[in-house]
């Protein structure tokens, strides 16, 4: 049974960073692909970054030059780096697991109906 949890959450001003886990079990965490994605109060879920086996990455235009993704297969972890973050990043954050990865542009896309596995979320709050 495939589990996804995340870790790393709080609350932080704006300019500040913080880096969230993503714990997985039950499957083989090096073959799938993953993803991170958040939901802001009132607002549709929409895709952070992906990234798949093989380590290369895709990121969503507003978080793009600012949050790192990046996994550790060796500890069935994937990890959200966060940086010079603002208070439009104020969200749930959810990690994400499918057998595969789709592509855009030759990246690796986080697009929420591509994924069949979740974890329950880790809060973000940015503060001005």
């Known amino acids: 049974q495939v589990q996804l949890v995340e870790s790393g959450g709080g609350s932080v001003q704006a300019g500040g960073s913080l880096r969230l886990s993503c714990a997985a079990s039950?499957?083989?965490?090096?073959?799938?692909?993953m993803a991170w994605f958040r939901q802001a109060q009132g607002k549709e879920r929409e895709g952070v970054a992906a990234?798949?086996?093989?380590?290369?990455?895709g990121y969503a235009n507003y978080v793009k030059g600012r949050f790192t993704i990046s996994r550790d297969n060796a500890k069935n972890t994937l990890y959200l780096q966060m940086n010079s973050l603002k208070p439009d990043d104020t969200a749930m954050y959810y990690c994400?697991?499918?057998?595969?990865?789709?592509?855009?542009?030759?990246?690796?896309?986080?697009?929420?109906?591509?994924?069949?596995?979740w974890g329950q979320g880790a809060q973000v709050t940015v503060s001005s």
């Open positions: 994400a697991a499918h057998q595969f990865c789709f592509y855009r542009n030759n990246a690796p896309r986080a697009s929420p109906t591509d994924f069949a596995y």
């Open positions: 039950g499957y083989e965490h090096s073959t799938y692909c």
């Open positions: 990234i798949d086996t093989r380590g290369t990455a």
